[in-house]
Structures are given as structure tokens and as C-alpha cells.
């Protein structure tokens, strides 16, 4: 089992930061695969960016690509995701998510995950 509990969300205004961390409870967190996905009201719930094992590989949604960051903290159980220029079309709910097992590709599908935190509020302001 594996729980997730999101924090750092919040109301800033366009072009601020926030950075939004994952507390995973887990034994093996190296071994399990992470993910930041965000759902907009009226919309499905899209990915944002994915970490491998080890933090070695990572992968982008093409809208947050060179703006937002995913690390991850392995000996802390930590995973984060740094978001700088924000824009308000990324106002969202933010989930953290995460999943066992080894793949070659990061997964970038809500399916492809097994274990979710509740989510927090990112609303960015024009």
C-alpha cells in the first residue's frame, strides 16, 4: 500500500512559483514510479510530469515543459514538483500519484497508476 498526502498548493498571482510536495508513505519508495497530474474544473484529469526510480529519467506535459520541475527525495519519501511562470490556464487540482512495478516508459496515463493523494489547489491569478 502506498499513501500520498499533497501540500503546497495555494493562490498566486501570473509569472509567481509555488512548489508542491508529495509525502508518500511506502516501503521501497525508490522503487515506485511518481506522477503529478492536475484536474481543471469541467476537464479530465491530464498529466503534468512523471520521475522515474531513481529521479534519472522524467518526463513532460508539452505545456509545462521547461516552466515546471519533478524531483523526487528518496531517502525522505518526498516527491515534488517546482512550478515557476505560472500561468492561469494552470489553475488546478494537483494530484500526486504512484505506482509499483518497473516499466520502460514513464507512465503518463491515470489508468497506469494504482495509488493517489486527494489533491491540492493551485489557482493562479491574471
Known amino acids: 500500500q502506498v499513501q500520498l498526502v499533497e501540500s503546497g498548493g495555494g493562490l498566486v498571482q501570473a509569472g509567481g512559483s509555488l512548489r508542491l510536495s508529495c509525502a508518500a508513505s511506502?516501503?521501497?519508495?525508490?522503487?515506485?514510479?511518481m506522477g503529478w497530474f492536475r484536474q481543471a474544473p469541467g476537464k479530465e484529469r491530464e498529466f503534468v510530469a512523471g520521475?522515474?526510480?531513481?529521479?534519472?529519467?522524467?518526463s513532460y506535459a508539452d505545456s509545462v515543459k521547461g516552466r515546471f520541475t519533478i524531483s523526487r527525495d528518496n531517502a525522505g519519501n518526498t516527491l515534488y514538483l517546482q512550478m515557476n511562470s505560472l500561468k492561469p490556464e494552470d489553475t488546478a487540482v494537483y494530484y500526486c500519484?504512484?505506482?509499483?512495478?518497473?516499466?520502460?516508459?514513464?507512465?503518463?496515463?491515470?489508468?497506469?497508476?494504482?495509488?493517489w493523494g486527494q489533491g491540492t489547489q493551485v489557482t493562479v491569478s491574471s
Open positions: 511506502a516501503r521501497g519508495f525508490s522503487n515506485v514510479f
Open positions: 500519484a504512484a505506482r509499483t512495478g518497473f516499466v520502460n516508459v514513464i507512465p503518463t496515463t491515470t489508468k497506469q497508476y494504482s495509488y
Open positions: 520521475i522515474g526510480w531513481f529521479g534519472g529519467r522524467t
